[in-house]
């Protein structure tokens, strides 16, 4: 990935409405400068889980930036409410969780409750920005199932797990099976990997 | 097997972050970043409670574990991560980042190690009020230092002596 931050590529957000779920006043204030200089104008500060769960159920959000909060991760614990809410369009928005510090006890939480990305901290603007962009990415899979209610975790496609056939339709079998039409001559492949002038 | 839902939703984000106006990327990040430089007097003070607040956490540990203490001490230091980068103390960060990997440890072991505390809130507070003058290699070695010491801890199979 990688955004430059020499770019002079636009985006907007002034009218996006975000939801950040913060307890720390510093860390709210390190994140309100960070997205209010990105031009967002409609934030939501929650500091408690019960403030963003209200808040979930009375405004429309775009995006929820939310701090994992503490050893015991109450930030992963809402953003698994949320998912499981059913309160359109908000359960299906794009979460960018924050921590400081994953305790080992908690990373299967972070794991599994449904954020699009979980980034550590210390916060840059640039990689908040790239963050935003890359989960805002139209197309992403939702997957719902009973123990998990998220975007799709699977980043690479590196088939099913050994020793399964998979869940999907169109999940492909491990084995490579005959081919079904004739190999390409090799000229044309070698014509197909031939530099050629491109006119501009 | 349970049934699994598949489905693509629609992303109002993606169409916001399209519509006309806006900033540029630099424009933005220059933005924020002068607004992070705005904080930074708040976020030393903040830091300055935080190493007082861990000190005399600290301080009140006996001799074997305490489960109540080491959550505290957890919350005191892992809390405020984040914040050392914006004043520029990235070092700090990295030196509350070890301490919290080492109270994760102690947790997990269900053991008390005042000295390996004792030795990064010293580094805490030494890169705290001298990351100013000090020079890049030294404070290299005390985060290796302080590393070496929370990674200790890291396996359980091989607790130290």
């Given at each position: ?45 929650c500091?408690?889980?019960?403030e ?67 980034m ?16 805002s990415?139209e ?14 975790r ?47 | 097997?349970?049934s ?6 629609p ?17 933005a ?55 050392p ?6 070092s ?70």
């Open positions: 990935m990688g955004l430059n931050p020499e770019s002079r590529a636009r985006f907007n957000l002034e009218r996006a409405s975000v939801l950040m779920l913060e307890e720390s006043t510093m860390g709210m204030s390190i994140l309100v400068q960070i997205l209010t200089g990105f031009g967002a104008k409609t934030l939501h500060r500091e408690t889980v019960e963003a769960q209200a808040t979930i159920q009375k405004v429309e959000v775009d995006l929820v930036i939310a701090d994992a909060m503490g050893a015991e991760g109450e930030g992963y614990d809402f953003v698994k409410w949320l998912r499981q809410s059913r309160i359109e369009p908000n359960c299906f928005a794009p979460v960018l969780l924050t921590a400081g510090h994953t305790p080992r006890e908690a990373v299967s939480k972070a794991r599994d409750c449904g954020a699009h990305f979980i550590a901290k210390p916060l840059t603007p640039i990689a908040v920005l790239e963050r935003i962009l890359w989960i990415k197309g992403r899979r939702f997957v719902e199932c009973d123990s998990y209610m998220g975007p799709d699977r980043f690479k496609n590196e088939g099913v797990p050994a020793g399964t056939v998979g869940r999907r339709r169109d999940d492909m079998p491990a084995e490579v099976g005959e081919a079904e039409t004739p190999n390409m001559e090799q000229d044309v492949i070698d014509g197909l990997l031939k530099t050629r002038r491109v006119e501009l | 097997m349970s699994v839902r598949i489905h693509i939703p992303v109002r984000l993606a169409k916001l972050l399209r519509t006309p106006g806006g900033l540029p990327v630099a424009d990040v220059q933005r924020a970043g002068a607004g992070l430089e705005s904080l930074r007097g708040e976020c030393l003070a903040e830091l300055k409670g935080v190493l007082d607040s861990a000190e005399s956490c600290a301080a009140r540990a006996g001799p074997e574990y305490d489960r109540a203490l080491l959550d505290e001490l957890y919350a005191i230091v892992a809390t405020p991560i984040g914040i980068s914006v004043c520029g103390l990235a700090v960060d990295t030196a509350l980042i070890s301490l919290s990997d080492l109270l994760d440890y102690l947790k997990g072991q269900e053991r008390w190690d005042a000295n390996a505390v004792a030795v990064h809130l010293r580094a805490f507070r030494l890169l705290l009020h001298t990351e100013g003058a000090a020079d890049a290699t030294g404070t290299q070695a005390i985060l290796a230092g302080l590393r070496k010491v929370s990674q200790r801890y890291a396996r359980p199979e091989t607790p130290p002596e």
